[in-house]
């Protein structure tokens, strides 16, 4: 299968070309930069780039986009641009040269405000059905191009599935009294428990969901890594969280304290990946307690694919306050 990738020069964009290149498949990547993993350069709101670089193609890997931290750098008009007409221009031009099967890489930020319980609340259990309430044009555009995908399936039959992956950027959190608190290494670990996945089981769930999109035609499934809580433990896990990581994997504490780290006092939210796991066959490795057994042992803690690909930030240029300007 010749399969094109979009965004090819990102972090899960690389990831995939690398993936499929090992692979039976064919990938093509584009990119509006160049790099060793872009056969094209140019925009996806460019229909006449777009119609070019589908020739031949019976899949797509759409994960082009602008993200949260461009926020600050580019306007509402770029994010409408590139996100949503960007992602119709895919669309369409798959239906026309008869595209076997379209993945669209997605955020769980298009939860938004669902994803913050009230003051008092349990923790809230995020899964397909929770209705998102986007809180910035990132989200807002993100769930514009999910719709069109939808409303592409049903009007023209494309094979569409919607993947919305939790945390996988190896960069710092932009929160600066999140990392006043924590190294980055213990937040990214702490997030394993609920709102992060490796890059290496990102790609799997794309190949996944590229392999079942014909026989699925069309639903939405959060990428996220297993989590051990269940709906019994949101309220414990909001009032005082260590109790409930400490049924769960009791290891965890001597390891933490081996390395000065802490674990979080609350949890907001929980990722829930069942409907992924279940409907796309997807096995993915990389969970909190396969973290603390690589930690116990000196490992790296993370896939050989999210090592190599490294990081690679959003901006040319260093921003003082952090890694990227938030509002």
Known sequence: MRVLVTGSAGHLGEALMRSIADSSHEPVGIDIKASAFTHYV????????????????QGVLHTATLHKPHIETHSRQDFVDTNVSGTLNLLEVAVATGVDAFVYTSTTSTF???????????????????????????????????????????????????????????????????????????????????RRVDLEDVVTAHMCALSKA????????????????????????????????????????????RRGWSSPNTIDRVYVNERARLQLGWQPRFDFSYVIQQLRADRDYGSALARVVGSKGYHPNPFAEGPYPVR
Not at 43 to 55: G, H, K, P
Not at 114 to 141: F, S
Not at 177 to 192: H, M, P, Q, S, T
């Open 214 to 257: 014909p026989a699925l035609g069309f639903d939405r499934y959060i990428i996220s890594a297993t989590t051990s809580f269940t709906p019994q433990d949101l309220l414990e896990l909001r009032a005082h969280a260590p109790s409930v990581i400490r049924r769960y994997c009791p290891d965890y504490e001597a390891e933490f304290a």
């Open 42 to 57: 140019g925009s996806i709101a460019d229909r006449s780039f777009v119609e070019r670089c589908m020739r031949g193609v």
């Open 112 to 194: 938004g405000r669902a994803l913050v319980p009230g003051e008092g609340e349990p923790a809230t259990w995020i899964t397909e059905d929770v209705v998102p309430i986007p809180k910035n044009i990132y989200g807002i555009t993100k769930l514009a191009a999910e719709n069109l995908c939808e409303l592409v399936h049903r009007n023209h039959g494309l094979p569409c599935l919607i993947l919305r992956t939790s945390r996988f950027f190896p960069e710092e959190d932009d929160n600066s009294a999140v990392r006043e608190v924590y190294g980055i290494d213990n937040l990214k670990v702490n997030e394993f428990l609920h």
